[in-house]
């Protein structure tokens, strides 16, 4: 079992970065391919990057690419989401995700223009 627990999203300015965070319980973390995905109002949730449990190993959706960088820790169960560069269309909840099966409740990102 892992419980995920997102938090660093909030409202900022296009052009501007935030940082999430995501942390796991479980002593299985660095076992896992951890991912975040989002979702905006009356979208499907769809997917922003993964990193498997090497840390070098890591995959961007084309909207994102360039601008976010995901990376672990696996000594704190710990995994992150760099946000740059941010658009408005970057609005969404963004959830962090374990194994592709467990899910964190999701932290808001609003982005204004």
């Known amino acids: 079992q892992v419980q995920l627990v997102e938090s660093g999203g909030g409202l900022v300015q296009a052009g501007g970065s935030l940082r999430l965070s995501c942390a796991a319980s479980g002593r299985t973390f660095s076992t896992y391919v951890m991912g975040w995905f989002r979702q905006a109002p009356g979208k499907e949730r769809e997917f922003v990057a993964t990193?498997?449990?090497?840390?070098?190993?890591?995959y961007y959706a084309d909207s994102v690419k360039g601008r976010f960088t995901i990376s672990r820790d696996n000594a704190k169960n710990t995994v992150y989401l760099q946000m740059n560069s941010l658009k408005p269309e970057d609005t969404a909840v963004y959830y962090c995700?374990?194994?592709?099966?467990?899910w964190g409740q999701g932290t808001q990102v609003t982005v204004s223009s």
């Open positions: 995700n374990a194994g592709y099966y467990y």
């Open positions: 990193v498997r449990w090497s840390g070098t190993d890591t």
